[in-house]
């Protein structure tokens, strides 16, 4: 690799070995950069792809993606990058990479682990990931306040700043996407299948868990694999915090509520009429007999007023200026 590691001048990796031996030329301090598109279908890892060792101060994707990942482990936990930094609750920052055509299935699944349970904080900025497939095995529940989810392990702590997520989930129950994270100017497409609906724990088993979000938008569907009765959903914990977010949902099965629960302070909205086209009956609830004003900062809007920056200033709801 050319280079010599530094902020300046990091490593460049031009090929799938280069991603692989981070773990022996990297470093708490060390840099790295894509110099490239990484399509590792074409490579000895398609059969037998193993996680990619994040060993560093950076890693940056430099606009170029990494994509074709497949791996199956049914009876084990399987993620796509583990964090093996020796300092633990080093930050590790990755930006401007894009990660494309991912498939992941085994009994958990995470895009970001950490390595024998070790503790880091991971910067996410100008990133786009595409997870086209994401199977659990198990129940993969969140019942005993570990932080768990799709994107990170419970030893992860997550920043992420101007960031696209587009997941397709096939969950056996109602599983996490996000937890314990901050999340801003960043949006999130997720297509969610699963068999059950119902939850031990509504703080864990949510798709957003102990979630600050602000200045971010949401769309997501979910369809019920079994049985058409009628269920409640949580699309967020009692832990969370919004500020300026905007939902849009398509649930395909027959949903009764969806509970958008925790803190939300400042008006936040959602588009009724998307709803109201698939499921006549469904609505919307802030889950919270305690706050009202998280039931008055819930607004419900037709798409025309969704789009209508003038309309949303006058309900009180903040639109950022083109400059931020």
Not at 163 to 185: E, P, Y
Request: with cysteine.
């Amino acid at each position: 690799m050319t280079g010599n590691g530094t902020l300046e001048s990091p490593y460049i990796i031009m090929n799938a070995d280069d991603l692989y031996s981070m773990a022996e030329t990297g470093g708490d301090d060390v840099c790295f950069s894509l110099g490239t598109d990484i399509d590792l279908s074409f490579t000895e890892y398609a059969d037998k792809f193993e996680p990619i060792p994040l060993k560093c101060l950076k890693f940056s994707g430099n606009g170029y993606m990494i994509r074709n990942v497949n791996r199956n482990i049914p009876d084990g936990s399987v993620n796509m990058f583990t964090i093996i930094n020796d300092t633990e609750n080093s930050t590790v920052t990755v930006d401007n990479l894009v990660l494309e055509n991912i498939r992941l299935i085994g009994s958990d699944v995470f895009l970001f682990a950490s390595k024998d349970g070790k503790k880091y904080n991971l910067s996410l900025e100008y990133c786009s990931f595409t997870v086209n497939e994401a199977v659990y095995t198990s129940e993969a529940k969140n019942t005993d306040g570990t932080r768990n989810c799709l994107i990170h392990d419970t030893n992860i702590y997550v920043d992420t700043d101007y960031c696209n997520f587009s997941v397709q989930v096939d969950f056996i129950k109602t599983h996490a996407l996000f937890s314990g994270d901050i999340i801003r100017h960043t949006q999130i497409k997720s297509e969610l299948s699963t068999i059950d609906f119902s939850h031990v724990d509504d703080n864990y088993d949510a798709i957003l868990s102990g979630v600050t979000i602000s200045d971010s938008y949401m769309f997501w569907s979910i369809k019920r694999r079994a049985g058409n009765v009628s269920a409640n959903f949580n699309m967020s914990s009692n832990d969370c915090t919004f500020s300026r977010f905007y939902v849009v949902c398509e649930p395909i099965s027959s949903i009764a509520t969806i509970y958008w629960k925790g803190q939300i302070g400042t008006p936040c909205f959602y588009d009724l009429e998307v709803l109201k086209k698939h499921l006549s009956n469904a609505k919307i609830d802030s889950g919270s007999s305690s706050s009202s004003a998280n039931s008055k900062n819930i607004l419900a809007l037709t798409t025309a007023q969704c789009k209508d920056a003038e309309y949303l200033r006058s309900v009180g709801f903040d639109c950022l200026g083109a400059e931020e």
